[in-house]
């Protein structure tokens, strides 16, 4: 399939705002691909490289290449080059990179060009995700949703099963099953602005400690293990702990969820930037073990023996992982039948599980099924929300439906000097209406305009929601915010007035 046709649906589909128009948009280019090219249109459309971002920078990306004059890329030439990028290093590798960053701008038309830079860096952000990617899949290839969403949900891979039912009908997906090494996308949590409101929403539920670890799913038939993650890469040789837990295990044949976490000396958890550090791909696992031994906690079963428990309900569920699991391995909790009576011991559980340096609780209905690959309102999930008022140091051009709008904010806090220092950025939080105001704003406060960053006078303040603070050597206060959103713009308050980094860093240990 030609680029050109998948840059002008990715240029459609951002255009609209009707879900049913995406769908429509989405059937009819999946009807036209070829089955066995189905998985990389579903990934370029949703911004993701199946090799996995090539570390590009603007500065390459950015080069002058005249576009060709008519459409002859195909994507299959786009996964060739990003292949060959991926394996390029060493000595010489970054014009070797250079070089062919050209030679695929060059072959690309100028809408091409346009798409294959937002893809190449990561900013195509035009709301081709997986669900409706999903339902356009289902009307091409004329099966149900709802089958097509499980199919994926036990095979893991939309992808995979995209190109297996647009090739083979219904009939693909009758052949998909759940299988002991094979993993599927995890069950996600909705979000709840309190225990009570979750408590109210979900009716009898059980009250879990969330863990800032990694996501992991243990699967175990006989002496094999293998440990993935979120993401479902397998990371069983970097984590051995988990593996040798699973084989301690009664089970010979099983599937968990759970996360993996490190404790420091006073048995409090360690940040999660630390134990991400664990699974890096160049980490001597041994030398990390001895320094940074962790621990998996577990807090659900999806398969037992030759059983499929993704239809039983929690309660069930978690009967099956109690007689599996050891206590000490699994995730604390709170089962909470009568909400009303029992809404104050929910708080306090809340509370004590901040103090013991948790994230919060996930709050998770009784009867639910686990609904994989899903973020569904059965989990929701309760944090604190931690605010602070920053100053905008600069703010990046826009992609996509965001072209010609400033977007990416650079968030600065109060140095002691008189000075703002960088603690991140963030476009998440920003509707279409702060976005044009903030353009106009950020214009008459721009000191310089490189075409990709506009750099501003530090006078605008921004109330900014964010999840925890993790250690940078990037930024000059040696941290950076995590998972930070705009809540509102301050034009109430004044520079002098916003966050200090003193006060940042006063946050850092705090429950």
């Known amino acids: ?78 996964d060739a080059a990003v292949s060959a990028l991926a394996q390029e290093a060493g000595a010489g590798s970054a014009a070797r990179r250079s070089a062919l960053v050209a030679g695929l701008l060059g072959a690309a038309t100028e809408e091409e060009q346009a798409f294959l830079r937002s893809l190449l860096s990561g900013e195509v952000r035009q709301g081709a995700l997986d669900a409706v990617a999903l339902e356009g899949v289902a009307a091409a290839a004329a099966v149900p949703a709802a089958e097509l969403r499980r199919a994926v949900m036990l095979d893991g891979s939309l992808a995979r099963v995209a190109g297996a039912v647009l090739a083979d009908g219904a009939e693909a997906l009758r052949a998909v099953t759940l299988r002991v090494g094979r993993p599927v996308q995890p069950m996600l949590a909705g979000t709840a602005g309190s225990v009570a409101a979750a408590l109210a929403a979900l009716g009898p539920c059980a009250v879990e400690e969330k863990l800032d670890g990694i996501r992991v799913q243990v699967h175990r038939d006989g002496d094999d293990v293998g440990v993935y993650t979120r993401s479902l890469d397998e990371i069983t040789g970097r984590l051995p702990e988990v593996a040798e837990l699973a084989r301690s295990l009664p089970g010979e044949r099983f599937i968990l969820d759970g996360e993996v976490i490190g404790r420091a000396a006073d048995g409090r958890p360690v940040p999660f ?50 007689t599996l699991v050891p206590e000490d391995a699994r995730v604390r909790r709170l089962e ?72 990416n904010l650079h968030l600065g806090a109060r140095a002691a000097d008189g000075t703002y220092a960088m603690l991140g950025k963030t476009f998440k939080g920003l509707t279409d209406e702060m976005l044009r105001w903030q ?28 999840d925890g603070l993790q250690r940078s050597p990037r930024y000059p206060a040696g941290v950076a915010l995590r998972f930070a959103r705009v809540l509102r713009y301050r034009p109430d308050k004044a520079a002098e007035q916003a966050d200090t980094v003193e006060t940042v860093l006063g946050r850092r240990h705090a429950p």
């Open 336 to 407: 909470v039948r009568d909400p009303a009576a029992q809404e104050a011991e929910a708080v306090d559980f809340w509370a004590e599980t901040l103090r013991r340096g948790h994230e919060g609780v996930v709050v998770k209905a009784l009867d639910s099924a686990y609904a994989a690959g899903r973020r569904g309102r059965n989990w929701l999930k309760v944090k604190p929300v931690h605010t602070l008022d920053l100053v905008v140091l600069a703010a990046e051009w826009g992609h996509g439906r965001r072209t010609g709008l400033l977007s």
């Open 273 to 322: 930037q630390e134990i991400a550090s664990r699974v890096g791909s160049r980490v001597d696992v041994a030398a990390a073990r001895r320094t940074l031994p962790v621990v998996p906690y577990f807090f659900d079963v999806l398969a037992v023996g030759g059983d499929v428990l993704l239809d039983l309900p929690v309660r069930e569920r978690y009967e099956a992982l109690a």
């Open 1 to 78: 399939m030609l680029l050109a046709e998948v840059a002008r649906v990715s240029r459609e589909v951002a255009a609209t705002s009707a879900r049913s128009r995406k769908t429509a948009l989405l059937a009819e280019l999946f009807a036209a691909a070829p089955p066995e090219e189905a998985g990389l249109v579903i990934a370029y459309l949703s911004g993701r490289l199946p090799q996995g971002r090539p570390g590009i920078g603007w500065r390459t990306l950015a080069q002058e290449a005249p576009p060709a004059a008519e459409p002859t890329l195909t994507v299959r030439d786009v």
């Open 439 to 466: 353009t106009g704003a950020l214009r008459a406060l721009a000191t310089s305009d490189d075409g990709f960053t506009v750099r501003v006078r530090p006078e605008l303040v921004v109330e900014i929601a964010y």
